[in-house]
Nanobody
């Protein structure tokens, strides 16, 4: 059973960098054909895909967030990390990490989500 768990600060000040880590258990993030995504849901809105890091280590980001997003990984800890720079209150959301097979946007395992609020 694959499990994902997000961790990181719940409050970030405007203009700072949001940093969240997803710890994966029950499966390796380097296993072929799995893609590891970050997804968010602002209050009252739908899900927004942020980007992923692939089993190979390659990354791909949403065009609307690409200039501010970086996803990296630590294979020794089986973790991957989201960094979103220059945050504003519009980045307030519940942030999820999730697994996708094949990079097709079909996420089969999700973390429980973590609330991040951007406020001074």
């Amino acid at each position: 059973q694959v499990q994902l768990q997000e961790s990181g600060p719940g409050l970030v000040k405007p203009s700072q960098t949001l940093s969240l880590t997803c710890t994966v258990s029950g499966g390796s993030i380097t296993t072929n054909y799995y893609y590891w995504s970050w997804i968010r849901q602002p209050p009252g809105k739908g899900l927004e895909w942020i980007g992923y890091i692939a089993y190979s280590g390659s990354t791909y980001y949403s065009p609307s967030l690409k200039s501010r997003t970086s996803i990296s990984r630590d294979t020794s800890k089986n973790q991957f990390t989201l960094q979103l720079s220059s945050v504003t209150p519009e980045d307030t959301a519940v942030y999820y990490c999730a697994r996708d097979f094949g990079g097709l946007g079909l996420h089969d395992y999700w973390g429980q989500g973590t609330q991040v609020t951007v406020s001074s």
